[in-house]
């Protein structure tokens, strides 16, 4: 599948012109670049695809919307597999990478720019499935009600009946072994010190904001947007599945359907 062809039943969106240019994440993604993807996290993309095909029942031809795709490893391994895919970021420099790699490629996927909290309302019901994996968009955000604005823009950009894929961090986990961590207890957000590095190796000194939830959490606010056939596994990056919620898997995995037929 060319690249020319991506997104045949999705309308097209131009990437925004007036994003969060001060969002804390921004700079973070500037400094590390491509350097992003050699990060232990990021290599088990195949396996975490796989096991999303297999959970979800996917089949190739189908419309996928990645949201916080950052360079776009997943989204472009979907691509690899026959799916029309579009993927968004608010680091222009993460699109940049995910579009490049795209085209050398001439693959089926195509990379916007965009504010995951405000998705583009003609989105909606356009997409078989939609993916928010690896704390991409949702988790991200520090204020109150962000993360809701998320999902929602994410469920409301399914059609009918469509599959939803999302992780979240585990908030057991973050209060257990983040010693270094402040791990706010009222509203759920765990803040580390650390540095990212970039393709040369210069260290970058940044904060780490992460939103963690537990799977009542998860559960009440799919509930809360009427979806479906709701599971929720204990994961971890490279190693997707349907193992139960613990203590001592750093993710939960949410997966759900849009209602067939309106509530």
Not at 44 to 60: N, Y
Request: glycine letters at 10%; hydrophobic letters at 40%; charged letters at 25%.
């Amino acid at each position: 599948m060319g690249h020319s062809e991506e997104l045949s039943d999705a309308k097209t969106v131009k990437p925004s012109n007036e994003l969060d240019h001060d969002h804390w994440f921004e700079p973070l993604a500037e400094h590390m670049g491509s350097a992003y993807l050699r990060y232990s996290f990021t290599k088990g993309t195949l396996q975490e695809v796989d096991a999303l095909e297999r959970l979800l029942d996917l089949s190739p031809g189908m419309s996928i919307l990645d949201i916080g795709c950052g360079p776009g490893r997943h989204a472009l391994e979907f691509a690899r597999r026959g799916y029309r895919v579009t993927g968004i970021d608010i680091s222009e420099r993460f699109i940049e990478i995910a579009t490049d790699a795209a085209r050398a490629s001439s693959l089926g996927a195509s990379f916007i720019r965009h504010d995951a909290r405000d998705l583009p309302a003609q989105w909606e019901s356009s997409f078989d499935v939609v993916v928010c994996l690896c704390q991409g968009g949702f988790g991200l955000m520090v204020e109150d009600g962000e993360d809701e604005r998320v999902f929602a823009g994410a469920v409301a950009s399914l059609k009918p009946g469509g599959s939803i894929a999302l992780s979240a961090f585990n908030a057991y986990f973050a209060v257990k072994h983040f010693a270094e961590a402040h791990f706010d207890a009222g509203r759920g957000l765990s803040t580390e010190s650390t540095e990212v590095r970039d393709l040369e190796g210069r260290a970058m000194a940044t904060t780490l904001w992460t939103g963690c939830y537990t799977p009542r959490e998860l559960r009440l606010l799919a509930q809360r947007h009427l979806l479906e056939d709701v599971r929720i596994h204990g994961v971890e990056p490279g190693a997707y599945g349907e193992a139960e919620p613990s203590l001592e898997l750093p993710e939960f995995l949410l997966l759900a359907q849009r209602a067939s037929q309106p509530h």
